[in-house]
């Protein structure tokens, strides 16, 4: 990472009290830091150098953390969609090879139940459209990109 843990342990280049944890007993202590000395170090030339170098470093983070929240996204939305395509995998060869959609009956299979989903129904204020079942009237919401 970068190296703050030895920073703020370093009582020469922070001084602080160490308190114990008000919220559990056996948690760490607690480090008190008075906020001009913890400000004056990091405007100095050892760490970030000015205010401008500090708030381009807190941006640089911020957009890793979103690369890494939207990688995350991405790859989960891969794994639902070769689940998907496993499920139509095994839906057609139940039907015998034929080309079946999610929700057409197949032939000689009416021990389950599939079901028959009316309209969508967008809601604008929460941005998703609803749809239910003919048949059991099961509700599915589902989100527009």
Not at 2 to 30: F, I, V
Not at 36 to 43: G, I, K, R
Request: glycine share 6%; hydrophobic share 30%; proline share 4%.
């Amino acid at each position: 990472m970068c190296g703050c843990t030895a920073e703020l342990k370093d009582e020469s280049l922070l001084p602080h009290l160490e308190r114990p944890n008000p919220h559990k007993s056996n948690w760490n202590n607690m480090q008190l830091f008075l906020r001009f000395q913890v400000e004056e170090y990091a405007f100095s030339p050892k760490k970030w150098g000015s205010p401008e170098a500090l708030d381009a470093e807190f941006e640089k983070r911020q957009t890793e953390q979103k690369r890494r929240e939207e990688k995350k996204f991405n790859s989960k939305l891969e794994e639902l969609k070769k689940r998907t395509r496993v499920e139509a995998y095994k839906r057609s060869k139940l039907a015998g090879g034929e080309d079946v959609r999610f929700g057409d009956r197949i032939v000689g299979r009416n021990d389950r139940h599939t079901h028959e989903w009316g309209t969508a129904v967008f809601d604008p204020d929460t941005g998703m459209s609803k749809k239910s079942c003919v048949e059991c009237g099961m509700e599915v919401e589902e989100l527009e990109f």
